[in-house]
């Protein structure tokens, strides 16, 4: 059994005390939460990006009816709106697992 006697960082969003003894298992629970925020970030990224030609050709049809003036320019934006709310939502969820882990 692995025992750490000091601990220098802030883990899982909590200060840890240096005077206790810790075991690795102590800190199991962090890491997986940390690797699923991680996982989780980089699958919707995956996701959404492969959907994206989907929601482009279905914008290009509903543009190709008659779709005039402000209409237009709103529906030109769906392809954009919906690529900056896919690449926020998987960063957001990465920066949140290497928080938990301490590197940011």
Known sequence: MVVF????KTTC???IPLNKTYTISSFGRCK?????NL??????ILVGVNLLPTVANQVAVAKGGNVTGASAAI????????TLGIMSAGVSLAVGGL?????V
Not at 5 to 8: A, F, L, R
């Open 13 to 15: 969003n909590k200060t």
């Open 99 to 103: 928080r938990q882990a301490g590197l």
């Open 39 to 44: 996982l989780g970030g980089f699958i919707v």
């Open 75 to 82: 529906l030109d934006l769906v392809t954009v709106f919906y």
């Open 32 to 36: 997986q939460k940390m690797l699923a």
């Open 5 to 8: 006697k000091t601990i220098e």
